[in-house]
């Protein structure tokens, strides 16, 4: 079955510190997206890409940056982990813009 | 820019209740969409509306897209302890980049005491 999956589940990684969070999807679709969830914030766009080589920048990117070098996968990168960015990440994807977007379980990050 | 207000924020369940939350907005959206996060986990859509006074059922739930196309409503019906979770509405990010969803902040379902 098509899915979208995200690695790994849980990290531990102090300030300074250069992190990598892995979203792949077997669906094929053209957009995907990381947001971060945070208690009193909801979900908040980090970075989107509408597909390969594209990649734009949401509501938070500061301090994050992506990649989108094939369909199936939209890594995104820390560049210098600061504590504000302990959160818990969710990568999604669509077939279609604005519409139903699927998500991947979630990675848990906290910075020390 | 558009926001979604969830209400209410939080609510406590109690097994066989009705329960009813709203999602509105300043903003007309043509596409409402509901969605439900167990703990631990990513949202996973509920039922999705694309037409002003459309109701759409999925088991106990169901979904209204509202007539002025500015809200709409989730209800559940003799709720079970399986449905604690936070549930999000969301629609097309129209003040943005219209190929992106905008979510509400949620309403977070949790058992009475």
């Known amino acids: 079955d098509a899915e979208i999956t995200q690695s790994p589940r849980h990290k531990i990684t102090e300030t300074g510190r250069q992190v990598t969070l892995a979203c792949h999807q077997t669906?094929?679709?053209?957009?995907m997206f990381w947001y971060r969830q945070d208690l009193g914030h909801g979900l908040r766009l980090i970075h989107y890409?509408?597909?390969?080589?594209?990649?734009n920048k949401g509501e938070v990117s500061d301090g994050y940056s992506v990649s989108r070098s094939n369909t199936e996968d939209l890594p995104l990168t820390l560049e210098s982990a600061a504590s504000s960015q302990t959160s818990v990440y969710f990568c999604?994807?669509?077939?279609?813009?604005?519409?139903?977007?699927?998500f991947g379980p979630g990675t848990r990050l906290t910075v020390l | 820019g558009q926001q979604l207000n969830q209400s209410p924020q939080s609510m406590f369940i109690q097994e066989g209740e009705d329960v009813s939350m709203n999602c509105t907005s300043s903003?007309?959206?043509?596409?409402w969409l509901w969605y439900k996060q167990d703990p631990g986990e990513g949202p996973v859509l509920l039922i999705a509306?694309?037409?002003?006074?459309e109701l759409t059922s999925n088991g106990r739930l169901t979904a209204q897209f509202g007539i002025t196309r500015k809200d709409s409503f989730l209800n559940i019906s003799a709720s079970i302890p399986s449905d604690v979770g936070i549930y999000f509405c969301?629609?097309?990010?129209?003040?943005?980049?219209?190929?992106?969803?905008?979510f509400g902040k949620g309403t977070k379902l949790s058992v009475k005491p």
């Open positions: 999604a994807s669509s077939i279609t813009q604005g519409n139903v977007q699927f």
């Open positions: 669906w094929n679709h053209n957009n």
């Open positions: 890409s509408y597909g390969v080589q594209d990649t």
């Open positions: 903003s007309i959206f043509n596409t």
């Open positions: 509306l694309y037409k002003a006074g």
């Open positions: 969301a629609g097309p990010d129209y003040g943005g980049s219209q190929g992106n969803l905008i």
